[in-house]
Nanobody, 115 residues
Framework: EVQLVESGGTLVQPGGSLRLSCAAS????????MSWVRQAPGKGLEWVSG???????YYAESMKGRFTISRDNSRNTVYLQMIGLKPEDTAVYYCNADSGLRHYWGQGTQVTVSS
């Protein structure tokens, strides 16, 4: 059974930091491009960041310098380190796995940035 399980979301104050994790199982993790995608309240999906199997990283322009994506292929886990969080970063953050032929999604983890 394919699973992507996100964790780490919580309430954090503006300017704070969080690290999200996404644990994958049921497929060959290293074969997949991994991304984080978010959905703010009342808005559509927004791609945040992605990472190739060998560590090449990509970011949405507004996340550059604040978010860092990484992966540990030995642990089948992808991470999103976020610093300098802003209220507009409030969203459900989803993990996505994409091999070009197959796509998998996690259930999401809520990040709320508020004082």
């Amino acid at each position: 059974e394919v699973q992507l399980v996100e964790s780490g979301g919580t309430l954090v104050q503006p300017g704070g930091s969080l690290r999200l994790s996404c644990a994958a199982s049921g497929f060959t993790f290293a074969d997949f491009f991994m991304s984080w995608v978010r959905q703010a309240p009342g808005k559509g999906l927004e791609w945040v960041s992605g990472i190739t199997w060998n560590g090449n990283t990509y970011y949405a322009e507004s996340m550059k310098g604040r978010f860092t994506i990484s992966r540990d292929n030995s642990r089948n886990t992808v991470y999103l380190q976020m610093i300098g969080l802003k209220p507009e970063d409030t969203a459900v953050y989803y993990c996505n796995a994409d091999s070009g032929l197959r796509h998998y999604w996690g259930q999401g983890t809520q990040v709320t940035v508020s004082s």
